[in-house]
């Protein structure tokens, strides 16, 4: 299931496999077929793996003492 941004799912609301649900109140819009949901869990997995890869690296590259001040690491 996708859930758009801004959208809103109203309690006890059923979103089947699949689902696009955007809107306020939500409703689905479509339903995404087994090819597009294989892309989009590819993309997320891709997501992750860039993200973690620039954290350590950017982890690596700063000094203990010059970490951001805003995260409290």
């Known amino acids: 299931m ?3 941004a801004g959208a809103l799912i109203p ?3 059923q979103v ?3 689902a696009v649900m955007v809107g306020v109140p939500a409703r689905e819009r479509e339903r995404l077929d087994d090819a597009q949901r294989l892309h989009l869990e590819a993309i997320h997995s ?3 793996t860039v993200g973690q890869t620039y954290k350590a690296e950017l982890r690596e590259l700063l000094a203990p003492n ?3 001040p805003h ?3």
Do not use: K, N, Q, W
């Open 11 to 13: 309690e006890r609301t």
């Open 66 to 68: 010059e970490r951001s």
């Open 71 to 73: 995260r409290g690491d």
């Open 46 to 48: 891709r997501y992750v």
């Open 16 to 18: 089947p496999p699949g």
């Open 2 to 4: 996708m859930i758009a």
